[in-house]
């Protein structure tokens, strides 16, 4: 009976600790986490993409350009705080403050001609 109860008991510990490494490393990963973070770029009177604009995320070195749709993307983004900056020929210089985080990751950006 002893030796049921011994063997048990270890199982038990087994499992318990494996069940907080398992823990930890579901943690750790979702530290790491990185997002996609998307967008499109329109002309903010007519609606047009805009083909070809500059999108910076300031502070990094990450830089992307629209495509024919007016659509851009960055890969490996980690969640936090950013400033998105935009450059067109013939369009002001837009900078817009946005948060990172897995759940709204989609933003449309309307620019307006310079005069």
Do not use: R, W
Request: aromatic share 6%.
């Amino acid at each position: 009976m002893k030796k049921i109860l011994l063997v048990t008991a270890m199982f038990l510990l087994a499992v318990t600790l494996h069940a907080k490494d398992n823990e930890t490393k579901t943690k750790d990963s979702d530290a790491n986490a990185t997002i996609v973070l998307t967008g499109s770029i329109v002309d903010q009177k007519s609606g047009e993409s805009l083909v070809g604009v500059e999108v910076k995320i300031e502070g990094t070195d990450m830089k992307t350009y629209t495509d024919f749709d007016g659509n851009f993307a960055f890969k490996n983004v980690k969640p936090g705080e950013y400033k998105l900056v935009t450059n067109y020929i013939s369009y002001e210089q837009n900078a817009q403050d946005l948060t990172v985080n897995s759940n709204e990751n989609n933003i449309k950006i309307k620019l307006q001609t310079s005069n």
